[in-house]
């Protein structure tokens, strides 16, 4: 019905003249013009209504409606659920010339059944007052029809406003569907906080995406799996200019990232492994797959935690790449993981759980193992739970996940050795942390106290990592500096003896992380079938750690992992809204449209010259331990920063607006041991001197940690435990941005997390992420700047046959069809719609699905020519055989078939096959215009 109302009013009238006779052979010739004229006002009046619903609810169509009048449905500003839909009860006079609106929550125009009221008989007039909202203007926002239809994609909303967008976002949790997209490489994930049904993740939902050949595809729902879908083979088309793929997962935490990343992981490593040839290759791709969904989960429990809301939340960067052959087969994997909340190692806040890795060993290991290791009771360990109430399904659920994680790293190729080593590392941090350093005797004479159980603990964990006690507990309880002198050895006070002590465990589990790393990586490619002629194309999945702020207090650790989010961010404003931008204006097309804040001096003001990690580095080499101090520097060094907050001299802390709101950091006593790690020589040359082997290389750096780049092989030393928090910070944002984001197609997971309760949804909580998110730029930026942009021959080639036989089709042009006749054609010639600029044609998407459509209907001229010839051949041949040929015309020697004939028929069709084109489309048109006018027909039924 639609395609029909598009045409324009002048296609109507020359299509009810052409077709008068036809419509009713009974009438006379004034009657039958009489008739095409009204055909003709009926659709032009439906043409009319379609443009005016685009924009707004058909009973506003008239000027001067008040949207706001009495029945009209609103959404309203609401304290805790963001945006609510309402219905105007009816309009007061306030204070001056403010006018107040009594608003009825709830949809009340729609019954039970679906039936939609008149706007006359909406509102009961026994409303309870108590019930009614009183609200200004500027609180409200029309809701018409046309905008709470649901959508996949959220730049189909025909009116922008984050009322609408958060609707439409609530209408998706409601109906339990977890995505909506945003535009072509962006998509929405609602976390729902509980299990959804199995059959949005079931194997017929996961092979309807795989066996998906084209990467837009409209018959599926909004997908993470669609989405990946699109980056492999968007990655096999360019695999020949060797630019690969990355999607990234951002959001608050608990938003579900990693579960996301996880689902996206084994889209792609299926439908690559699928494409490799059967035999060994095949074989290998199979195994390259199943390894790198099992080795998710283990390096998750290395670099997860359990906080009070969230069981399983990423306290570390990871990035996961696939490599692809140009023939699109799985050839290999890696895995890398930066910024470890290396606080948590040794000392997670109360009523959380550190790292899981911990709770797997005491949980999965035997009476045996927990004798050799020293771990008699788990309970003892306090400092790993902290108010943490473990259940025996808890233990039970840590136990299988020991068990699961050692066969995957046994079935990978490690050694039985180095997996009772890993164990070993583990125990051996637990006994160290466990030695208390800071009591109040010690406190008060200056001096550690030593006793037995420390002296024991101490020489458990050397036991365990193969080096000598007494180097540890030199390493522990005295410093050595060089002079003039000589060497000079000094007993350390008990706080820096626990300093010591703490940068010693955080060293190792690093270390142990970054060694397990580089043995995994090691495997895959022993497995690998790249080839070193031909460099595969890659895709890689960077799941960041989301955005906090513990109204407890936030720390260091804190402070980066939000400004890691800022750099995310900016990177997204970069990819979304600056360059699409900049190559809209260098075509000449007409750019409006609001562009976000830009994050940069955020993250200047935290990692910049003068910002908060200069002057904490700075005040540690010049020996300043005054937090006041600290605060004073950062106050008259950024004290006008529009993004800095400093309440008064005596609240030690300050506060900083990130994109995704205001966070205080505090108290900031803590803050220089924190930043500090390993920097001491003899610590690392104790570690060298392990007799454990796995021990001895924790900190060794081998070349071939990094696959190669163009400019050779890579080291970690710049980038992982090496130098200070801060300074380990610079280099890691310098490498992400420079090694692993450079020259990629980058897609985006944005991850929301629906409320504070599990499966809940509070609208204000998911409209502050959405705003975070610049979802609401997004959908205008997107809008104006047209997803879709395709070269102008290339768009004459693929769409110049819609037009043939048209009124916009001009035989006589020497020029041929033009793009502005295609465009007016398919009714998307709108400013809204397209634009055509310098090289390109920019299409958004609703127009190009619309462009697409008509190119599938409209029957190819060769193709049909091609087969009207095939037909008439095989006609002939048979007539040969069967001797019906006449044999008084000249025929072709091999086949029978008269070839004279055969030219001036194929000249014929195609003099006249644009004309017999359009009479079919005409002709097919007309019937079912008949049996649109019939009284009992349904204009919405599926025959029509």
Avoid at 3 to 32: N, Q
Avoid at 408 to 431: F, P, V
């Amino acid at each position: 019905f639609l395609y029909f109302i598009a045409f324009e009013k002048s296609e109507l009238c020359v299509f009810g003249e052409a077709h008068t006779k036809e419509m009713d052979p009974k009438l006379g010739e004034g009657p039958r013009k009489a008739a095409a004229s009204a055909r003709v006002a009926y659709f032009s009046q439906e043409i009319a209504r379609h443009h005016a619903n685009r924009v707004q609810d058909p009973s506003l169509s008239q000027k001067n409606v008040d949207p706001f009048q009495r029945g009209s449905r609103v959404l309203f500003r609401h304290a805790e659920e963001g945006w609510v839909l309402g219905t105007v009860h009816r309009a007061h006079q306030g204070r001056g010339t403010t006018r107040l609106y009594s608003i009825i929550p709830g949809d009340v125009r729609t019954t039970a059944d679906g039936k939609e009221l008149s706007m006359s008989t909406v509102v009961p007039s026994h409303a309870r007052v108590k019930d009614l909202v009183r609200l200004k203007q500027d609180e409200l926002e029309p809701a018409y029809s046309t905008c709470l239809v649901p959508v996949r994609d959220l730049l189909q909303i025909p009116q922008l406003h984050e009322a609408l967008i958060l609707y439409q976002v609530r209408k998706c949790h409601e109906k339990e569907e977890v995505y909506i997209n945003l535009g072509r490489n962006i998509v929405l994930s609602i976390n729902p906080g509980q299990a959804m049904g199995a059959e949005r993740y079931s194997e017929e939902t996961f092979e309807s995406y795989v066996e998906a050949r084209s990467s837009a595809d409209h018959r599926l729902p909004p997908h993470v799996w669609g989405t990946a879908h699109q980056m492999y083979w968007r990655c096999i088309r360019q695999s020949r200019s060797y630019r690969p793929q990355a999607m990234i997962f951002t959001g608050a935490a608990g938003s579900g990232k990693t579960e996301a990343a996880h689902l996206v992981l084994r889209f792609l490593t299926t439908i690559s492994a699928l494409q490799a040839n059967s035999g060994p290759a095949r074989e290998t791709s199979l195994w390259i797959a199943n390894m790198m969904m099992r080795l998710g989960p283990l390096i998750d429990a290395y670099g997860n935690a359990t906080l009070q809301r969230y069981t399983n939340s990423s306290r570390v960067t990871k990035w996961t790449e696939i490599f692809i052959s140009p023939g699109g087969s799985l050839v290999g994997g890696q895995f890398q993981a930066f910024m470890l909340e290396r606080s948590r190692v040794i000392l997670p806040p109360e009523g959380e759980r550190s790292f899981h890795a911990y709770y797997h060993l005491l949980a999965g290991i035997d009476s045996s193992v927990r004798r050799r290791l020293g771990l008699d009771d788990a309970r003892k360990y306090e400092w790993l739970f902290r108010h943490v109430v473990v259940t025996d399904e808890d233990e039970a659920i840590d136990a299988a996940a020991y068990r699961s994680n050692r066969k995957t790293l046994s079935d990978l190729g490690l050694a039985t050795y180095e997996l009772d080593t890993l164990d070993k590392i583990l125990a051996g941090i637990i006994h160290l942390r466990s030695v208390v350093l800071t009591t109040q005797s010690s406190i008060r004479s200056g001096n550690v106290e030593w006793s037995t159980e420390k002296e024991e603990a101490i020489r458990m964990t050397g036991a365990l990592w193969g080096i000598e006690p007494h180097h540890l507990f030199a390493e522990i309880a005295s410093t050595t500096t060089v002079g003039r002198g000589g060497a000079q050895t000094r007993r350390l006070t008990p706080l820096q003896a626990e300093e010591a002590r703490n940068v010693v465990c955080k060293a190792v589990y690093c270390g142990m992380v970054e060694w397990l790393i580089r043995r995994i990586n090691k495997e895959l490619n022993k497995r690998s079938t790249r080839s070193t002629q031909e460099r595969p194309s890659g895709i890689g999945l960077l799941d960041v750690f989301g955005h906090e702020n513990d109204t407890h207090g936030n720390m260091l650790e804190q402070l980066l992992m939000n400004t890691f989010n800022e750099e995310i961010q900016r990177e997204y404003y970069q990819h979304v809204f600056e360059n699409e931008i900049e190559e809209c204006q260098n075509e000449g097309l007409d750019m409006t449209g609001s562009i976000p804040p830009d994050p940069t001096p955020t993250v200047d003001l935290v990692t910049g010259p003068g910002g908060v990690l200069s002057i904490l580095e700075d005040q540690a080499k010049k020996g300043v331990t005054s937090d006041t101090a600290m605060l004073e520097h950062l106050k008259a060094t950024n004290g006008h920063h529009p993004s800095l907050l400093i309440k008064g001299d005596s609240v030690i802390g300050f506060g900083i607006k990130h994109h995704a709101g205001l966070v205080y950091y505090g108290p900031i006593s803590s803050w220089r041991s924190r930043n500090s790690f390993v920097n001491k020589s003899s610590l690392i040359s104790m570690f060298e001197e392990s007799s454990n082997q796995l021990v001895r290389n924790l900190f060794a750096r081998p070349a071939d940690t990094l696959p190669p780049t163009e400019t050779g092989y890579l080291t970690a030393d710049d980038i992982l435990s090496t130098g200070t928090l801060g300074q380990q910070y610079r280099r890691t944002m310098e490498y992400i941005r420079s090694v692993i984001l450079s020259d990629r197609e980058l897609s985006w997971c944005r991850c929301i997390r629906g409320g504070a309760s599990l499966g809940g949804f509070t609208g204000s909580a998911v409209l502050s992420q959405l705003k975070a998110m610049s979802v609401l730029e997004t959908v205008r930026v997107k809008r104006t700047c047209y997803p879709v942009r395709l070269p102008h021959d290339y768009f004459l080639s693929r769409y110049r046959n819609i037009v043939r036989g048209s009124s916009y089709d001009n035989p006589n042009d020497a020029a041929g069809v033009s793009i502005d006749a295609v465009l007016n054609f398919a009714g998307v010639a709108s400013l809204e719609d397209s634009q055509i600029g310098t090289s390109k044609v920019f299409l958004n998407n609703a127009a190009h699905k619309k462009l697409e459509d008509l190119r599938l209907e409209t029957p190819n001229p060769s193709k049909v020519l091609t087969s009207f010839v095939a037909n008439r051949l095989l006609a002939k041949a048979l007539r040969v055989k069967t001797g019906e040929e006449d044999d008084d015309k000249t025929t072709s020697p091999k086949s029978g078939v008269n070839i004279n004939a055969m030219r001036q028929t194929m000249k014929v069709l195609a003099m006249h096959l644009p004309v017999f084109l359009a009479f079919a489309r005409g002709y097919l048109a007309h019937h079912l215009i008949l049996e649109l006018m019939q009284p009992e027909a349904s204009v919405c039924g599926s025959d029509s």
